[in-house]
């Protein structure tokens, strides 16, 4: 048993390390620090934002930490050679295994960005009104997971179709590992089902294009060059086109060596609209700088994928029969109500699972 116990100490001692559990503890002295300060609740959104990191910190490094006490508590009554504690120590030892096992997942989550918030946009491909009600359709089901994971959705900006669904929206997703998990549905998305909008109700096949990047808000930040930027500023509008704002508020960003587009238009001023939208471009240039190994950005042009056939890397089968499969890992499920309903976990483990075994 004390084998057993050392070799489950060993391990947690392990995650500690890599997860970098000291490091959250330096973060955590130095947030709690600053809601001390007199004048912490003058800027309440800040304020906010800072408590919420310093609680999620709390939590994370006390699942950790407190996991390791267990263990060194368990070794102690097995080193005391009490035969009538045995059952207990074995016991302990099944529930420590439990543990541990419960959270191996996150070291599955161990890049540089995984434990930030993310910024997901869905943008509808080939198949007209069908592929913006399929963009619609993946818009629920990420909010549902994001419930189901208890994390916060802000919409960004909304782009509405001219019968039905969005042609693109931009989610701010405020979480633990959001990133993490997310950045696991970046790709291209197939549904083929009995088409809602054409008369004869033939079988149609749309596509969908989803895109996660890091919310570097509270992260280091990456230096953009002004003069690789054009800046738009526009009105912004609401489902169905109708004006919300009678100023020009809404801001559009491109950056024009990678054709990266970021459009913000749910803040009150144009600033904060431009504040905002720069936040969300670093972060999607910090995620296409990790998938190219972090070449020049220079070197780094047209690698963005078309929402078109060939390039999916799910497909989602409502007719004639139910299925929805992943083509990287070959995981797959018939329950395609769960999926839309926001039951995704399975086919992200199996894509972290796949990450692992190749790293």
């Known amino acids: 048993m004390d084998d057993q116990l050392k070799t489950i100490q060993a391990t947690v001692r392990n995650a500690i390390s890599r997860l970098g559990i000291a490091d959250e503890e330096a973060r955590a002295k130095v947030l709690r620090e600053q809601t001390l300060a007199p004048d912490f609740w003058n ?3 800040a304020a906010g934002k800072i408590s919420q990191q310093l609680a999620e910190l709390d939590k994370h490094i006390q699942e950790w930490r ?3 006490k267990r263990i060194s508590d368990a070794i102690e009554m097995a080193e005391l050679g009490d ?3 045995e059952n207990d120590i074995q016991n302990d030892i099944i529930l420590l295994e439990d543990a541990v096992a419960a959270k191996q997942f996150q070291l599955q989550l161990g890049g540089e960005y995984d434990k930030n918030n993310a910024v997901v946009s869905i943008y509808a491909g080939t198949g007209g009104t069908d592929a913006q009600d399929w963009a619609q359709m993946l818009l629920r089901m990420y909010i549902r997971y994001c419930e189901r994971a208890g994390w916060q959705v802000q919409v960004l900006s909304e782009s509405p179709g001219e019968e039905a669904g969005i042609k693109s929206v931009t989610l701010e997703v405020t979480g633990r590992y959001a990133y993490g998990k997310l950045r696991c549905e970046k790709g ?3 549904l083929v089902r009995l088409s809602p909008f054409n008369s004869d109700n033939l079988r149609q096949t749309s596509f969908a294009l989803v895109d996660v990047a890091p919310d570097l808000a509270t992260a280091s930040e990456l230096e953009i060059d002004e003069k690789d930027l054009r800046i738009d500023v526009y009105r912004s509008g609401g489902n169905g086109g109708q004006s919300v704002n009678t100023t020009d508020s809404a801001v559009r960003i491109t950056h024009i060596p990678t054709n990266i587009v970021v459009a ?3 803040e009150r001023s144009q600033l904060q609209n431009k504040m905002k939208a720069m936040d969300v471009l670093r972060g999607k240039l910090t995620a296409l700088m990790i ?3 972090k070449k020049e950005l ?7 994928q078309s929402a078109a056939w060939g390039n999916q890397i799910r497909s989602y089968v409502l007719h004639p029969y139910n299925k929805v499969k992943d083509h990287r890992t070959e995981h797959e499920t018939s329950d395609t109500k769960g999926v839309l309903d926001g039951e995704i976990d399975g086919f992200i483990q199996a894509y972290l699972q796949t990450q692992i075994a190749k790293s």
Do not use: F, M, P, W
């Open 83 to 85: 035969a009538s504690l």
């Open 264 to 266: 913000i238009q749910n």
């Open 291 to 293: 998938s190219q190994q």
């Open 66 to 68: 407190g996991l390791e």
């Open 298 to 304: 220079k070197d780094i042009t047209g690698e963005n």
């Open 188 to 190: 291209v998305h197939r």
């Open 43 to 45: 800027d309440s959104d």
